[in-house]
């Protein structure tokens, strides 16, 4: 998809409990910032894709297992996984109202309109951290894609996710042998030592291939039982 180097034109501007919030079009893609940092495009989505499938994979057959996505995002992950017929219910957490709107009734309607309409999708309008201390449910598949990375948060609040507290919250959520999938922009081995510490299981890191620079990357990690 070519890129256009005009100026961005502001489609939304939002101020919610967590800051400001953008919507943007630059050329044909749509973009959206937080408080001032970028956090994603249309441009790609191979590597949201590459975290719904490899927590699929890891799942080693589990008949229709339940996902809870962390973030909304511009939509990727939620529409790749809404295709695949192979997964149960579909939670997805998103504390942006905007974003959500955007999605319902706004440019990112064409991207996930069929898998808002799904009737295995549930969208959550809460913040993760919060959810996944307080829930009583569980899922197979928590698909984080909630900051630029561990070592990389959008807000000085997620940090505690990555923590050793924040991991047992999450190994919480799992069902038995369940996976989390993190995506983020760069890898950290320091993350996947976390992971380890936490007591999760067949830890591993997944790159996506690009043509320079530093490669996106999905972080996994299986629940024992």
Known sequence: MPISYDIPEVLDRREGPHGEVVLRRHGELLQIIAN???????????SERLLMDLALDSLDGRPEPS???????????????????????????????????????GPLSALSAAALADPRTEILETDLVTYVNETSDTYDALCLDIDNGPDWTVTEGNDG????????????????????????????????????NAGFQRVRTEEVPVARGVPDVVHLGVRPG
């Open 36 to 46: 001032g940092c970028f956090l994603m495009d249309t441009s790609d989505g191979r």
């Open 67 to 105: 996902a809870l996505i962390g973030g909304l995002g511009v939509g990727f992950s939620l529409a790749h996984a809404a295709a695949d017929p192979r997964w149960g219910p579909i939670a997805v957490v998103e504390r942006e109202t905007a974003i959500v709107d955007w999605h319902r009734t």
């Open 161 to 196: 996710l990555y923590s050793a507290t924040g991991l047992a919250s999450c190994a919480r959520v799992l069902s038995p042998g369940g996976v989390l999938a993190v995506w983020s922009a760069r890898p950290s081995p320091e993350f996947e030592g976390s992971l380890r």
